[in-house]
């Protein structure tokens, strides 16, 4: 079941509006609404859950029929078995840690938008050779943070950049000041602590508080 150009141009427009991505893992798939809930009433309707956990695929699916307003996505996709089950429970996006060629073509046969994971000059062109112009960056922190991305865009000037790893609200402006940065991901917003003792009200301050950093509030 692929996806219309229109479609996908709407959801790469929504994450370059919101410009932040909650990375969220869901040990249980009951997490998965009241979550929901919680981004949305604090201004993120986006989220990229990981396939790391067992709940992962049923969370995707309860969030995009109860909770359509809420784009989700999947992340930590490691393999085409993992993103065809992500897009038939209703993932809108994928997300892998790094490279697969295999998973692109997947991607882009189905018209399911794709960043693919990225740090070095070859797996961006990787990843350019099949038409994509936005990767994630990943893991950022480790691999130079913003320095490498401004280093990474002089040859590659068309792409833009998802960094994820080791952002949180002390620097998420600065990387969203940067004209190459397409959206951040990042999970401090949603930390497993949170989500496994239910405190979805701080899930919920935590997020609207990014949500204001995003649009320089």
């Known amino acids: 079941?692929?996806?219309?150009?229109?479609?996908?141009?709407?959801?790469?427009?929504?994450?370059?509006?919101l410009r932040v991505v909650p990375v969220v893992k869901l040990d249980r798939a009951e997490d998965a609404l009241p979550l929901a809930k919680?981004?949305?009433?604090?201004?993120?309707?986006?989220?990229?859950?990981?396939f790391r956990t067992e709940a992962a695929e049923?969370?995707?699916?309860r969030i995009s029929a109860s909770c359509p307003e809420l784009l989700v996505g999947a992340g930590t996709v490691i393999n085409t078995e993992q993103a065809r089950r992500a897009v038939a429970a209703g993932?809108?996006?994928?997300?892998?840690?790094?490279?697969?060629?295999?998973?692109?073509?997947?991607?882009?046969?189905?018209?399911?938008?794709?960043?693919?994971?990225?740090?070095?000059?070859?797996?961006?062109?990787?990843?350019?050779s099949y038409g994509l112009d936005v990767v994630k960056f990943f893991p950022a922190a480790q691999y130079g943070g913003l320095k490498t991305i401004?280093?990474?865009s002089g040859p590659f000037p068309q792409v833009r950049f998802?960094?994820?790893?080791?952002i949180s609200a002390a620097n998420l402006r600065e990387y969203l000041d940067y004209p190459k940065i397409f959206a951040c991901g990042g999970s401090w917003m949603v930390k497993d602590a949170l989500i496994k003792e239910g405190k979805f009200d701080q899930i919920e301050m935590l997020t609207r508080e990014a949500a204001a950093i995003a649009k320089g509030e």
Request: proline share 8%; glycine share 12%.
């Open 91 to 128: 993932a809108r996006f994928l997300v892998s840690p790094g490279i697969s060629e295999e998973i692109i073509r997947y991607a882009v046969k189905e018209g399911i938008p794709i960043f693919p994971g990225t740090c070095t000059p070859t797996e961006i062109m990787t990843a350019v």
């Open 150 to 152: 401004q280093a990474l």
């Open 58 to 61: 049923e969370s995707i699916r």
């Open 162 to 166: 998802m960094p994820t790893g080791g």
């Open 1 to 17: 079941m692929g996806v219309n150009g229109a479609e996908q141009w709407e959801v790469r427009e929504r994450i370059k509006d």
């Open 38 to 50: 919680s981004l949305c009433a604090g201004g993120l309707p986006v989220a990229e859950v990981t």
